[in-house]
């Protein structure tokens, strides 16, 4: 990420070196000094279920327009990791949940960014489409669209939940996720 102005006092001097003491270039403001640092993005969601169904929401924004999904999304400031996967499912699926247990942790370095699962259940079947979806519905296994997924951590959250739920015990999960280099 390129800073062109200084948060602090508005210099476009901002130069990219790495600070005393830190082990990684950064922007600097030449002017006053200011170390600007930029950290990953969270993002939480949820694994909403009903008996043997899982919620999935078809996908009305970019990245990934018309694919399915988990509700997800980029946590809040003054929320918590709960917090915001609730109120990303009640976004985007219109659905209530409750929140059961966290259950992964996918790092993705490359697009820096730590994405956050939880099992959850869904506490009605009143559930409709957001604003950032087109349609929202609850499917078995066997129904689940993977050709039609969104991203890798929504393919590895529910290959782990089926899995998980052949053996009658759900662990929690923590991987990275890299881009696939191709040869």
Known sequence: MTIKFCTQCGSEKIERRIPPGDDREREICASC???HYVNPKIVVGSIPVWGEQILLCKRAIEPRYGKWTLPAGFMEEGET?????A???????GARITIEQLYASYSLPGISQVYVLFLAKLDDLDYSAGTESLEVALFHEHE???????????????KRYFADRAKGAFTPHFSDLRPQTRK
């Open 33 to 35: 000094g200011h170390i």
């Open 87 to 93: 109120r990303e499912t009640l976004e985007e699926a």
């Open 81 to 85: 990791l709960a917090e915001g996967a």
């Open 144 to 158: 689940i669209p993977w050709d039609e997924l969104a991203f890798a951590t929504i393919r590895e959250g529910l």
